[in-house]
């Protein structure tokens, strides 16, 4: 299985709403905040950094953009 499939394997845990960009292997993604350390900790294991985030005050959500580092392994 490639990274970016394990990554959105593993995404698919914590929430149901995805954005994929294939050509970038790039993943917008909408979770409990309380799970974005476990996310963000499992997803660079597999050369994903997190280079986005934005949270509202309003919700326990935070909206954030996952980037694959293409230089470090095969996606």
């Not at 499939?5 to 970038?24: G, S, W």
């Not at 994903?48 to 005050?57: D, K, Q, R």
């Amino acid at each position: 299985m490639k990274a970016y499939e394990k990554a959105l394997a593993l995404i698919e845990e914590f929430t149901d709403c995805i954005l994929y960009d294939q050509a970038r292997r790039s993943i917008v993604v909408n979770v409990d905040l309380d799970h974005l350390i476990i996310l963000e900790k499992e997803l660079k294991k597999l050369d994903y950094s997190i280079i986005f985030t934005n949270h509202s005050n309003h919700t326990n959500k935070v909206t954030c953009t996952f980037s694959y580092d293409h230089s470090t392994s095969d996606c």
